[in-house]
């Protein structure tokens, strides 16, 4: 592929990206919730990232339904999703939040995700 060319913005590229990332939520979900690994309940944190995969999956579901739409929604899922896990982050970092060595770790790689999906994205054009 030629440096600097336009690429374009696949709906099922987008809707993929995102369902993994609603994946990782979800599963973080449940961890909090002290179904998956016992002792890393979290109430607060359960329901925002429970939240935070609906928005993404809801997101995928649009690139299906309009694919036309694909990009505007990638773009708001992922920013929403990318905006709630900053406030997570400055939830451990103001300690209200869970600080365990695991929820950094995974904040840290969550925004990588999210940042990256992002900026593809906002970076691609519409089909």
Known sequence: ????????????????????????LGTASMVHAGRLVP?????QARTAEAVI?????LASVETW???GDAR???I???????????????????????????DVIYH???LALLAAGLTWAVRCRPV
């Open 1 to 24: 592929m030629v440096s600097g060319a336009v690429r374009t913005l696949r709906p099922s590229v987008a809707r993929t990206w995102m369902l993994t990332e609603a994946l990782a």
């Open 39 to 43: 002792g890393f309940a979290h109430a």
């Open 53 to 57: 995969a609906v928005v993404l999956v």
């Open 65 to 67: 339904l309009r694919p």
């Open 72 to 74: 505007r929604a990638a």
């Open 76 to 102: 708001f899922g992922q920013g929403f999703a990318l905006l709630g896990t900053l406030v997570g982050l400055a939830t451990i970092v103001a300690g209200i939040g869970p600080r365990t060595v695991p």
């Open 108 to 110: 840290a790689l969550l």
